[in-house]
């Protein structure tokens, strides 16, 4: 299933992983669920959904077609909540070329950015959570600053692969809220 491009003034939510079955996107599809609940347009990106030939080398000289929609989607968000597992201390391989393969500097420049890490272990993605607001700092985003880490992350959903945890779901509501007022204020 390809991506489609959101509309413009739209939260583009960034599934950090193309890891097939991946906690990520359950994580993503939850707090969509949020920020339909609160009434906010969004679209979520799933990185699975990347085209192949995005990563034929060639592509760091001239972007096929097919990954268009992905960076224009980057270009027309009103904010990015970019939703990160923890790989060996460090945000996956294919988010970083991601990034990499995103026009420069206009993709993030003055871009809200909101961040949750999730991660097996207990800091829950602190580490490339924080690897990633550098770099989204060293391209000028927005960082809106209340991050969500999600720690132990395999026992967090139920049966039907919802997040379980009411105070952890109130954390995330709080954040896609609070990330939805901060995005809309900066492009008021």
Request: hydrophobic letters at 40%.
């Amino acid at each position: 299933m390809a991506w489609a491009q959101p509309n413009a003034r739209m939260i583009v939510i960034i599934s950090g992983t193309n890891r097939p079955g991946s906690n990520t996107r359950r994580v993503c599809q939850q707090v969509a669920g949020l920020y339909r609940e609160l009434g906010v347009e969004h679209s979520v990106m799933d990185l699975a959904h990347l085209p192949p030939e995005i990563f034929d080398p060639a592509s760091y000289g001239a972007k096929p077609a097919a990954f268009l929609p992905f960076s224009d989607g980057v270009l027309a968000a009103t904010g990015l909540h970019v939703i990160t597992p923890e790989y060996n201390g460090g945000m996956p391989g294919v988010l970083k070329y991601f990034i990499d393969m995103l026009k420069f500097p206009e993709s993030f420049d003055r871009k809200p950015v909101c961040f949750t890490g999730l991660a097996a272990g207990m800091w829950g993605a602190l580490r490339p959570v924080e690897q990633l607001q550098s770099i989204f700092g060293y391209r000028n985003a927005h960082i809106y600053p209340e991050r969500v880490f999600i720690s132990g992350i395999g026992d967090k959903f139920d049966e039907a692969g919802t997040l379980k945890d009411p105070e952890l779901v109130g954390r995330l509501r709080r954040q896609a809220d609070g990330f939805a007022a901060f995005a809309k204020h900066l492009h008021a």
